[in-house]
């Protein structure tokens, strides 16, 4: 999984339920910027990764799983999502 992809899968994420990522991070009671493109580099260029807070809150907000979440992210062929059924 890449910095790329997981930035993806939050814009995919939000785009399903029809908001922007800034009206995503508000839902989850994030500030707006959260997830603002800016806000994925730091001004040295090392990559900002969302925090597990972060995603927590916007599951919890729009009532979803992390699977819903983790359709977004590519995987092999073969490998399978584990859950805790």
Known sequence: MTHAE?????EQFAAERKLSCSGLAKSGGLDPTTFNRSKRWSKAGQERWPSTHSISKILTATG??????????PRK???KIITSE
Do not use: C, H, T
């Open 6 to 10: 997981v930035w993806n899968a939050i």
């Open 64 to 73: 979803a799983e992390m699977e819903d979440f983790m359709k977004f992210l």
């Open 77 to 79: 062929r073969d490998e």
